[in-house]
């Protein structure tokens, strides 16, 4: 069974950083494409980022590209998401999410979510 766990949201200041992590079971992560999204209240589900291990490939949306960084180790079978700079309108439930073979972040061409984590942005 694919099953994915984000951890490490929480409150964080503004102007830190945040260092979530998805830890995936059943699959291996360099069959899969890993992507990070995020959804504000009342917003719409934004990706952030993907990460392609098998291909050594990540891309970042342009909105958050100088400010987050991601990363995998296939030993642990985790990808991670670091984001810096934090403001407030990075407050959101941020997941992540894999496919098969969609190279994107069309948050619908995703297979398999994990349940979310909250992050808090403030002064």
């Known amino acids: 069974e694919v099953q994915l766990v984000e951890s490490g949201g929480g409150w964080v200041q503004t102007g830190g950083s945040l260092r979530l992590s998805c830890a995936a079971s059943g699959f291996a992560l360099d069959d899969y494409i890993i992507g990070w999204f995020r959804q504000a209240p009342g917003k719409e589900r934004e990706g952030l980022g993907l990460?392609?291990?098998?291909?050594?490939?990540?891309y970042y949306a342009e909105s958050v590209r100088s400010r987050v960084t991601i990363s995998s180790d296939n030993a642990e079978n985790t990808v991670t998401l670091q984001m810096n700079s934090l403001k407030p309108e990075d407050t959101a439930i941020y997941y992540c999410a894999a496919s098969k073979t969609y190279y994107g972040l069309r948050w619908t061409e995703y297979d398999y979510w994990g349940q979310g984590t909250q992050v808090t942005v403030s002064s």
């Open positions: 990460i392609s291990s098998g291909d050594s490939l990540t």
